[in-house]
């Protein structure tokens, strides 16, 4: 079974600082994808990354693929409370499911 | 041009009741995923169709559990009996594309369904 950990778990940080999500798995996905999820609606694309190495930036936001494919990471700069919400990462396995990770809560106070 | 639609938003019942689900995929999308969201276990894919046909149901839980899709515009997702262990956030996600590496998930606002 494949499995994607995120950590951290929670993070609350003060508007302005800098932050890192990471997305880690023992298995290959043939990409992967960063969703975001606001209280009481559904996850929203944020981007996908397929290539191995690929870094990929969304205004303050940068994602980049593990040079093996089987990791990522959401770095957020300058965060602002907007930002607050569950940061999903997803993999596509072999077998073309979306498998996602437990997700990552992260609250900016202003 | 409206996204994916599931109804009802909440549910509240009581165990050994029938729950049934609904969703209304994105017109002209060919995949349509259930997904169940939890504390505990996050979101786990429940089952997904292509064109209206089961591709892979193994994340449902048990017999309990039934899903169908009888035509492109309209899916359930059916619970009988319910418990409490089904407490949970119930998506409906659809797909143009499942596109083995790109292809993008719209998700619904969710069934929040407790069972007391």
């Known amino acids: 079974t494949q499995l994607l950990e995120q950590s951290p778990q929670f993070l609350s940080i003060q508007e302005g600082e800098n932050l890192t999500v990471y997305c880690n798995s023992s298995?290959?996905?043939?990409?992967l994808q960063w969703y975001r999820q606001e209280p009481g609606e559904g996850p929203v694309l944020l981007v996908t990354v397929v290539t191995g190495g690929e870094v990929k930036k969304l205004k303050r936001l940068t994602f980049q693929f593990g040079d093996a494919r089987k990791d990522s990471s959401l770095h957020i700069t300058a965060a602002q409370p907007g930002d607050t919400g569950l940061y999903l990462c997803?993999?596509?396995?072999?077998?073309?499911?979306?498998?996602f990770g437990q997700g990552t809560t992260l609250q900016v106070k202003p | 041009d409206a996204g994916v639609i599931q109804s009802p938003r909440h549910e509240v019942t009581e165990m050994g009741q029938e729950v049934t689900l609904r969703c209304k995929p994105i017109s002209g999308h060919d995949y349509l995923f259930w997904y169940r969201q939890t504390m505990m276990r996050g979101l786990e894919l429940l089952i997904y169709f292509n064109n209206n046909v089961p591709i892979d149901d193994s994340g449902m839980p048990e017999d309990r559990f039934s899903a169908k899709m009888p035509n492109a515009s309209f899916s359930t997702l059916k619970i009988q009996p319910s418990e409490p262990r089904d407490s949970a956030v119930y998506f409906c996600a659809s797909s143009l594309d499942r596109g083995l590496n790109t292809g993008e998930l719209f998700f619904g606002e969710g069934s929040r369904l407790t069972v007391l």
């Open positions: 298995s290959v996905f043939s990409s």
């Open positions: 997803a993999g596509r396995s072999n077998t073309g499911k979306l498998i």
